[in-house]
């Protein structure tokens, strides 16, 4: 069982950087791939990145390589997104997730957090 809360979002204008966070409970952490999703009013929830258990592969989404990185610290069960050169369309909710594998594929992701909201003025 692992369960997921998620921290640092709110609202920043264009341009800016937010650091998400994501605390894991359970000692499988450590064994599970992690990954971030997002979801916009009126649309379908999003692939974000996803990084596996040993932090050396990750994954992103086209819309964010290059602007977003993600980590983890297994030590601490966290994982954090960072965000940088924000743009409009990144407002979202955003939620952090638990896999076994490593997949961009929401259905694959065994446990999710309530997720965050992340809003983006211009």
């Known amino acids: 069982q692992v369960q997921l809360v998620e921290s640092g979002g709110g609202l920043v204008q264009a341009g800016g950087s937010l650091r998400l966070s994501c605390a894991a409970s359970?000692?499988?952490?450590?064994?599970?791939?992690m990954g971030w999703f997002r979801q916009a009013p009126g649309k379908e929830r999003e692939f974000v990145a996803a990084?596996?258990?040993?932090?050396?592969?990750?994954s992103y989404a086209d819309s964010v390589k290059g602007r977003f990185t993600i980590s983890r610290d297994n030590a601490k069960n966290m994982v954090y997104l960072q965000m940088n050169s924000l743009k409009p369309e990144d407002t979202a909710v955003y939620c952090c997730?638990?896999?076994?594998?490593?997949?961009?594929?929401?259905?694959?992701?065994?446990?999710w957090g309530q997720g965050t909201q992340v809003t983006v003025s211009s």
């Open positions: 990084i596996n258990r040993n932090d050396d592969s990750t």
């Open positions: 359970g000692r499988t952490f450590s064994s599970r791939v």
């Open positions: 997730a638990a896999a076994f594998l490593m997949t961009t594929v929401a259905s694959q992701y065994n446990y």
